[in-house]
């Protein structure tokens, strides 16, 4: 077996498809050819990421059925001769071969042994039912994951960087108690080079007042990095700005719209290092 019929038949023991003849072949050529290993882990993680990519639902009561169908319907190879069966396995086979010439004796192919035969077959077979399991996958993901993927790629700027910092290995964060309730959750990651505020129960302000969020630097002016209005649930903010190492992010209640001048106004009812 060489590394292209091995990559061929990695996919199908992924997704536990292969014949019991063709998956002792698999795993004695991985034996054989440890090298070979990253093809069948890509094609593993493949199938766990459209696994874990699709919500758990019940599949269509026909999927069974259908299945089930179109394995029936698939052409097959019938009983015949081994020369027969060669030239449906492989049509430029049949062609006839060039004239000898006087100088030449005529050389013929032997004919493919049966073992040949079945292993064409089986290797037809196995194709056909990955491209069928893999047609289904598609099918399930677009019909019941059409939803997640639309939620995920629609997702509001200030939650899609919040999972960049999430997933960064360097991300950090930091809870403070609110002046008169709440909470207020800093998430920052200096490789991602942005930050995300999350507040809860934060005090109420009048309509002409808005929440505004300022970078505290030692030895700089505060830096504004955004106004923002909760709703009963809370607030997720990105910081607008690059924020450093050390920096103190501050929350300050500012006229509506943000302090007029550039400087907080107030005393912050919130200030949460990031040192």
């Known amino acids: 077996m060489d590394e292209q019929e091995f990559a061929e038949l990695s996919a199908g023991y992924a997704l ?48 069974r059925s ?11 190879v019938p009983d ?18 060039p004239a000898p010439s006087d100088d030449d004796a005529p050389v013929t192919d032997p004919s493919p042994t049966t ?6 077959s089986r290797r037809n077979w196995t194709r056909g039912l990955l ?15 059409a939803v997640t993927i639309n939620q995920y790629v629609n997702r509001p700027p200030e939650v899609a960087a919040l999972a960049e910092i999430e997933a960064a290995p360097d991300a950090q964060a930091a809870t403070a108690e609110v002046i008169d309730g709440g909470t207020a959750t800093a998430h920052w990651s200096a490789s991602v080079g942005k930050a995300v505020l999350v507040s809860n129960g934060l005090p109420e302000i009048a309509d002409d007042q808005s929440f505004e969020l300022w970078l505290l630097r030692e030895g700089a002016d505060p830096m504004p990095a955004g106004v923002f209005e909760p709703s ?30 550039g400087t907080p106004s107030a005393e912050p009812i919130v200030a949460i290092p990031t040192a």
């Open 131 to 145: 491209t069928l399991a893999a047609s289904m996958v598609i099918l399930v993901v677009l019909g019941f994951g």
């Open 16 to 63: 536990n498809a292969l014949s019991p003849a063709d998956r002792r072949a698999f795993e004695a050529a991985l034996a054989e050819h440890p090298e070979w290993a990253k093809l069948a882990e890509a094609d593993a993680d493949t199938a766990v990421a459209l696994a874990d990519g699709v919500s758990k639902v019940a599949p269509p009561l026909t999927l």
């Open 232 to 261: 009963a649930e809370g607030a997720t903010v990105v910081l607008e700005g690059e924020m450093e190492p050390g920096d103190t992010i501050a929350v300050t209640v500012e006229p509506q719209g943000g302090s007029p001048d």
């Open 115 to 120: 073992t040949t035969i079945q292993a064409i």
């Open 80 to 97: 015949m001769d081994a020369s027969a069966a060669a030239a449906v396995a492989d049509p430029a086979s049949s062609q006839p071969a």
């Open 66 to 76: 259908t299945l089930l169908s179109r394995i029936s319907t698939m052409p097959q």
